[in-house]
C-alpha cells in the first residue's frame, strides 16, 4: 500500500507518544478523532504498523545463531513465538539467525543460551552479546519518520522521563507489561481483564513507569510501507576509543534503524533499510566507507523478518 501524508504523520505521532488519544492524534493531524482512529486501525489491520509497550532497564543481547539449512526456519519459528526475544530475522544464505533477547531473569537468558539451543539438533552455534549502549533504536526516533513540525512535535513528546529517581518493574508488573507488549494502545479496561487489577490502579501504574523511564512505547513499521525493500544487519569494527564517536555519526543516517554498541570482535551493530539492493550497495561503499576508525564490516542481507518488536 502507499502510505499519504496523513499516514507517515499519524507514524510519526505514534512514534512519539504510543498512547496519545486519538482526540490529541486528530488535533495534533488537523483531522477529526474519527478520522485518524480509523486511519490507525486500517494501517494496523494491512500489517503497517503495531504500537508495543518496552520495559527499560533491562540488559538487552543479540544472538546470531548457525544452523543446518534445513533447519533455520523451523528454529527462528520456534525463537519468534517466545515472548522474550524480537526482531528475529533470517539472514542470507538460510543457514543462518539473528534476534534480540530481553529476559526478565540472568537464569531465564542461561536457559534459553545454554540449555534449550545449545541442545537442539538444527543449531550449529551460537554467539550471545549484550549492548551496553544504544544510539538509534527504541526512544531514538527513526529519521525516516519526521515529517511533523516542531510545534506538532512538541505537543506530543510526553513529559520528562525523571532521571533522578529512575524506576524499575518488579514481578508484579510482568502480567501488565506482557500485555502491553502485545498491544501498546489496549484500553485500560482491556488491560484490566488481561491481569487482574482495577482500571484506576492500572492507570496509575502506566503513568509511574512512564514518568520514571521504567516503560516506552515504540512503533513496529513495516520497512516496505515507506517504499523500503532491503534490509541487511551489519557488524562493524571499530576502534574502542572511538566507538561513541562512531556510534553517534552512524545513527544519524537515514538508512538506520538501529545502532547499538556489543562486546566481541565486531562491537557496533547496525540494522539498515533501503529502497532496494542498489542502495544498500551504495550505502554501504559510499556513505559508511567514509566514516573513520571502523576498521571491518560484515554484512548479512535480510532474507525475511520472522518477528518484529516483541
Known sequence: MTLDELDRGLLHALHLDGRATFSLLGSVLGVSERTVARR?????????????????????WMLRISCTTDGALRVGTALARRPDTSWVHLLSGGAELSSGLQTWSDDER????????????????????????????GQASWNALATLTDDQTA????????????????????????ALAQDGRASYTELAAATGWSETSIRRRVGEL?????????????????????????????????????????????????????TGTSNLLVVVVCKDAAALSDYLTDRLATVKAIRAVESAPILRTLKGLA
Open 40 to 60: 490507525y486501525q486500517r494501517l494496523v489491520a494491512d500489517g503497517v504498523l503495531r504500537v508495543v509497550g518496552v520495559a527499560a532497564g533491562r540488559s538487552y
Open 110 to 137: 542461561q536457559s534459553l543460551l545454554l540449555d534449550k539451543l545449545t541442545r537442539t539438533p538444527q543449531v550449529k552455534s551460537v554467539t550471545a552479546e549484550p549492548v551496553s549502549r544504544t544510539f538509534r533504536g
Open 155 to 178: 505537543r506530543l513528546r510526553p513529559d520528562p522521563v525523571d532521571t533522578v529517581v529512575p524506576g524499575k518493574a518488579g514481578p508484579r508488573d510482568r502480567p501488565l507489561l506482557t
Open 210 to 262: 512512564r514518568s520514571t523511564g521504567a516503560l516506552y512505547f515504540d512503533v513496529d513499521i513495516a520497512p516496505r510501507a515507506l517504499g523500503l525493500t532491503v534490509a541487511a544487519r551489519l557488524w562493524l569494527s571499530v576502534t574502542p576509543s572511538a566507538l561513541a564517536t562512531v556510534g553517534q555519526q552512524v545513527a544519524e543516517h537515514p538508512e538506520v534503524v538501529f545502532a547499538g554498541a556489543t
